[in-house]
Nanobody, 120 residues
Framework: QVRLVESGGGLVQPGGSLRLSCAAS????????MGWYRQAPGKQRELVAT???????NYVDSMKGRFIISRDNAKNTAYLQRNTLKPEDTAVYYC??????????????WGQGTQVTVSS
């Protein structure tokens, strides 16, 4: 019932920008941390950034200054902004979230991913 859906990916030229969205829907009591990951072809999935329910952010060191993670709690949505995209940013981008849907524990949910291709 709980679902995460990423959107906003596509084909862009180097130097372009994108803002990805991750919307949570279903029976949701509360959402704690949300995060963005990416997986390039032939490589392992890697963490990009996380954001708490209060808006505190954490970035992987290599991602600092290149990505901006944000969220709108009223919309149950997280965002990932990237300006000056590079070819090495090409990957499938996934979001995840720790969601309490009425049980005593939070569970981690994943979206299906959105493709970002940076090429001239």
């Amino acid at each position: 019932q709980v679902r995460l859906v990423e959107s906003g990916g596509g084909l862009v030229q180097p130097g372009g920008s994108l803002r990805l969205s991750c919307a949570a829907s279903g029976r949701i009591f509360s959402i704690n941390a949300m995060g963005w990951y990416r997986q390039a072809p032939g490589k392992q999935r890697e963490l990009v950034a996380t954001i708490t329910s209060g808006g505190s952010t954490n970035y992987v060191d290599s991602m600092k200054g290149r990505f901006i993670i944000s969220r709108d709690n009223a919309k149950n949505t997280a965002y990932l902004q990237r300006n000056t995209l590079k070819p090495e940013d090409t990957a499938v981008y996934y979001c995840n979230a720790d969601i309490n849907s009425g049980s005593i524990r939070f569970m981690e949910y994943w979206g299906q991913g959105t493709q970002v291709t940076v090429s001239s």
